[in-house]
């Protein structure tokens, strides 16, 4: 007798089988949704060109993919997060924003600083992005089917195409053994809407900083399509200032696509630094940054 939970109902699915060739009306073109940042140059497109293999700047992130932003506090996930929708709405792409942890209030305030110092024209952020405040709601933190529904209503009230969740660690906080099933049903929801989207995961203190695990293990690592670590190095002790030649009691901001499965990339850890008014510059690689630095010592 077999397990019935293991083996259901049995039987065939003839509509999930499909010929190579009829995938290629439903399969999305590779290219890229520009943050504005460095990272658009640092994933890449393939092209065989006169039988010699080209790699091409995407541009972006990839198209449809959903990503994870993973990293400890202070480390410039949000501020990442809302450079990317304040270059997007100002362009004229519709966005929605869901906050999970900064009421809403606050957010208009950033994003107005943002957008006058990023030189895009506020009144079109304003028209183009939707905020989801579910920091002041409890129940669409913690009723699935609502927080997915509203976010469904949102995407569609806009015609949204690009989506931010953060973060997603707020939607199972206190049960984290239900990370799996949150992650899965919001990615989900996601790609059934066809929208290229950014979810932030929060790491705990048990973990180390330079890896995707976070709140809920590597749930959401595995699951989404791509994870960019966001790192902070404190030069706590004459060794580390001397390996990365940078004084005592500095900080030390690097980035790091960790993995796509969209789209091929670059691997190296990259510095950056957050500008005194809170953008986010990405500089060269970590290697050539010690490597210039060596050099001037
Ligand atoms: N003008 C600014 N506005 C906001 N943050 C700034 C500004 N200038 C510098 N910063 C720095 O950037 C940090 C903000 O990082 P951010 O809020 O993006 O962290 P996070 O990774 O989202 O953290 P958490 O996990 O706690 O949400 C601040 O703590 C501050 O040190
Ligand atoms: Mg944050």
Same mark, same amino acid.
């Given at each position: 007798?077999?397990?019935? %939970?293991? *083996? ?8 999930? !089988? #499909?010929?190579?060739?009829? /995938? ?19 994933? &890449?497109?393939? %092209? ?15 198209? /449809? ?11 410039? $996930? ?7 929708? !304040?270059?997007?709405?100002? +362009? ?15 957010? &208009? @305030? ?11 024209? *506020? ?17 669409? +933190?913690?009723? /699935?089917?609502? *927080? /997915?529904?509203?976010? %469904? ?7 949204? $195409? ?9 939607? &199972?906080?206190? $049960? ?10 919001? &990615?989900? @929801?996601?790609?059934?809407? $066809?929208?290229?989207? =950014? ?34 190095? =404190?030069?706590?002790?004459?060794? !580390? ?19 796509? +499965?969209?789209?091929? #990339?670059?691997?190296?850890?990259? !510095?950056?630094? =957050?500008?005194?008014?809170?953008? =986010? ?7 050539? *940054?010690?490597?210039?630095? %060596?050099?001037?010592?």
């Amino acid at each position: 007798m077999e397990d019935r %939970e293991l *083996f259901g109902d049995g039987g065939v699915q003839e509509n999930v !089988v #499909h010929n190579l060739k009829e /995938l290629k009306r439903s399969a999305p073109e590779l290219y890229g949704i520009p943050t504005g940042m460095k990272l658009d140059e640092m994933f &890449y497109k393939i %092209e065989v060109e006169d039988g010699k293999i080209k790699k091409r700047a995407l541009g972006g992130i990839p198209y /449809l993919s959903i990503m994870n932003v993973v990293g400890q506090p202070d480390t410039g $996930k949000s501020l990442f997060a809302q450079q990317f929708s !304040v270059y997007q709405s100002g +362009r004229g792409y519709p966005v929605v924003f869901c906050t999970v942890e900064t009421p809403a209030n606050f957010l &208009y @305030t950033q994003f107005k600083q943002k957008a006058s110092i990023m030189g895009m024209d *506020f009144e079109k952020v304003e028209e183009n992005t939707l905020v989801v405040d579910a920091s002041s709601s409890w129940s669409l +933190r913690n009723n /699935l089917r609502s *927080f /997915l529904d509203t976010l %469904e209503y949102a995407v569609k009230k806009k015609d949204a $195409k690009i989506v931010v969740i953060d973060s997603i660690t707020g939607l &199972y906080e206190n $049960k984290e053994m239900m990370a799996r099933q949150v992650v899965r049903e919001v &990615y989900n @929801t996601l790609k059934k809407m $066809k929208v290229t989207a =950014i979810l932030i995961s929060q790491k705990r203190s048990g973990h180390q900083a330079d890896t995707p695990e976070a709140a809920g293990g590597l749930a959401v690592a595995h699951i989404l399509d791509g994870t960019i670590i966001f790192n902070k190095i =404190i030069i706590a002790s004459p060794s !580390v200032a001397r390996t990365y030649h940078m004084p005592l009691g500095s900080v030390l901001r690097t980035l790091r696509i960790d993995g796509c +499965r969209m789209a091929a #990339h670059d691997s190296d850890e990259h !510095v950056f630094e =957050i500008t005194e008014e809170g953008l =986010i510059e990405i500089k060269e690689r970590l290697s050539e *940054f010690i490597a210039k630095r %060596e050099e001037k010592d």
